[in-house]
């Protein structure tokens, strides 16, 4: 059985709105930790979506930002004599 913060009713006269289906169990974990602040659950959650995220990381623009610390890229020549290399003799103990 999930929580729902609205009704069907609320949420056709709001102009967005979204109902979110929680275990019953995390729904009063979430109550407990807004009343602990003294916010209805409602209240709570607008002060969270309001939130400024305060340590955003700048994301990496490319996949190669990702893996430019180990530095260049191996070259086609490399990888091909790298393949021939590890799989020479394979297969001749079969």
Do not use: C, H
């Amino acid at each position: 059985m999930g929580w729902k913060e609205r009704s069907w009713e609320d949420a056709a006269e709001s102009e967005s709105a979204m109902m979110i289906e929680l275990p019953d169990k995390q729904a009063a974990a979430l109550k407990a930790k807004a009343a602990s602040q003294g916010l209805t659950l409602k209240g709570w959650l607008e002060r969270l979506a309001e939130e400024t995220p305060t340590a955003v990381q700048k994301p990496l623009k490319t996949g190669r930002g990702i893996l430019a610390k180990y530095g260049p890229a191996p070259s086609g020549e490399e990888i091909d004599q790298n393949r021939k290399d590890i799989f020479r003799g394979f297969g001749e103990n079969f």
